[in-house]
């Protein structure tokens, strides 16, 4: 259990806590940290997020926590729960706060008698009313209904945590820039992803969250990642699991996956293998892409409407389907693929190969008698993920590593030998069964990687730099100092 005291009183521990909030997504989050006597010893989960160097912010999850103490800034945090800084040397010095807080004495109370002179109302009368300046007055970008977001940086994210889709990624930060910035929506954005398990497909959705979220003004309600699993919803009666049970029945007060948009209408949702869904589900769908909004099969929300507003949601649909076996699907035969491509497709602009590529996928899926036309005819593009190879192998084996020892072990790796790197290459890709998947060097990165990170982290303090080298039978961890 940490101390939250003790903690920001570390001056040397914000180096490292700003570290950890700008690596890897952006996020770092403190669990059992017990709060100091002013407010009353509870025990809170905390979470640092870093958007960019002009914006963080810092959320107690189980606000709002009962506070006693002397400073009105530590007051307001911990009644909303959440704190936006322009710096992290403000939210530094705002977290040194917690050095002098004490907790506060009461005082007698004082009346203090109505002054002579000015204006008065007598209670019981009508009070005068407000005067302001309407004109000059105008409502924050936020609540406008659009975001101006950078294409481009959007693109960078997505490619520094997605290897080896840059095509597709481009349209697809093309499509969500776009999405988020017209100001009339009235539909949600509807994109299907397709290509072989593990390169990347539902990683991008959720991904998609975290980068949108960087870039949001701190006004600005965050958009959350939502998962739909279809092979949960292979039935017809599957469809009330996915807008809730209508009124008498079974299930009527369990909540659908989109009852979330009651609270927060800014959802990415992840439709999961969605070939694998009965015709019904698809139906449901197909009417929520079109009209913005999925009935609650007779259920009244608190806003007195039937159905849910999914008009600021964004729907990825994700298959596995092989484009090249058309016994499985014929999604896409290697034909149609070649004569989308054959007019130099890095000449086009990104909307046309959009059209072009979504156009002839939807074609080959229709002929292919997996889902009807006017389905896929509300999907505002298909796109291909292609198989992963070379260069992406290895940025992606590279950062599975990384990624175990920051997050797992708080240990930063600042350099790892080849030999060892090259070994763990070769496993993963000679245990792909042919089909390269991100989730195999997950898998044997903990395998090789996690108990020598685990033990090393035992005894050395957290954020520590180290050196990995050895074999894989023989991993070899020394300290480096930097």
């Not at 701190?218 to 599957?238: K, L, P, S, V």
């Not at 997050?407 to 090259?422: A, C, D, M, R």
């Amino acid at each position: 259990m940490l101390n939250w005291k003790k903690q920001c009183s570390n001056i040397n521990g914000f180096n490292g806590l700003y570290e950890e909030m700008t690596s890897g997504n952006g996020l770092y989050i403190l669990d059992d940290v017990q709060m100091p006597d002013t407010c009353g010893n509870a025990i809170c989960t905390i979470e640092f997020r870093y958007y960019d160097e002009h914006h963080v912010s810092i959320r107690c999850v189980e606000a709002p926590v009962n506070y006693t103490g002397s400073c009105p800034q530590i007051g307001r945090w911990l009644a909303s729960g959440t704190a936006d800084f322009d710096s992290f040397d403000d939210m530094k010095d705002f977290l040194l706060k917690f050095r002098t807080d004490r907790v506060q004495e009461e005082e007698p109370v004082s009346y203090d008698p109505p002054r002579q002179g000015g204006s008065h109302t007598e209670p019981g009368t009508n009070p005068p009313k407000m005067r302001y300046d309407r004109d000059s007055l105008t409502i924050p970008e936020p609540y406008k209904g659009f975001v101006k977001l950078d294409k481009d940086k959007l693109l960078l994210d997505l490619t520094s945590e997605i290897f080896g889709q840059k095509d597709v990624l481009e349209m697809i930060a093309h499509l969500v820039y776009i999405f988020l910035g017209s100001k009339g929506k009235d539909r949600p954005l509807s994109i299907f992803l397709y290509g072989p398990s593990g390169t990347g497909k539902t990683e991008t959705a959720i991904q998609l969250v975290d980068m949108i979220n960087r870039q949001l003004p701190r006004e600005a309600q965050r958009y959350i990642y939502r998962d739909i699993d279809c092979t949960h919803y292979t039935h017809e009666g599957d469809i009330s699991r996915l807008t809730g049970a209508a009124p008498g029945f079974v299930g009527h007060d369990e909540d659908g996956p989109f009852a979330v948009t009651e609270d927060n209408p800014y959802v990415i949702y992840g439709i999961n293998e969605i070939e694998k869904a009965h015709a019904e589900i698809a139906t449901a769908l197909m009417e929520a892409m079109d009209t913005g909004r999925m009935a609650t099969n007779g259920k009244t929300l608190s806003n007195g409407k039937a159905y849910y507003d999914l008009s600021n949601c964004i729907l990825i649909f994700t298959s596995n389907i092989s484009v090249d076996d058309k016994k499985k699907l014929g999604f896409m035969s290697s034909d149609v693929a070649t004569e989308s491509q054959q007019e130099e497709p890095e000449n086009l602009s990104t909307p046309l190969k959009i059209i072009q590529l979504s156009n002839a996928a939807k074609e080959k899926l229709a002929e292919a008698g997996a889902f009807r036309k006017e389905v896929l005819g509300r999907m505002d593009a298909v796109l291909k993920f292609n198989k992963l190879s070379g260069e992406a192998i290895i940025q992606i084996c590279v950062k599975c590593i990384e990624k175990l020892a920051t997050k797992k072990s708080k240990l930063y790796i600042t350099e790892i030998n080849t030999p060892i790197l090259q070994e763990f290459i070769n496993v993963v890709a000679n245990n792909s069964s042919g089909s390269f998947g991100a989730r195999n060097p997950k898998q044997y990165a903990n395998s090789y990687f996690g108990d020598a990170f685990v033990r090393f982290s035992w005894d050395h303090p957290d954020y520590t730099h180290i050196k990995v080298s050895g074999t894989l039978n023989d991993i070899h961890i020394e300290e480096v100092n930097e």
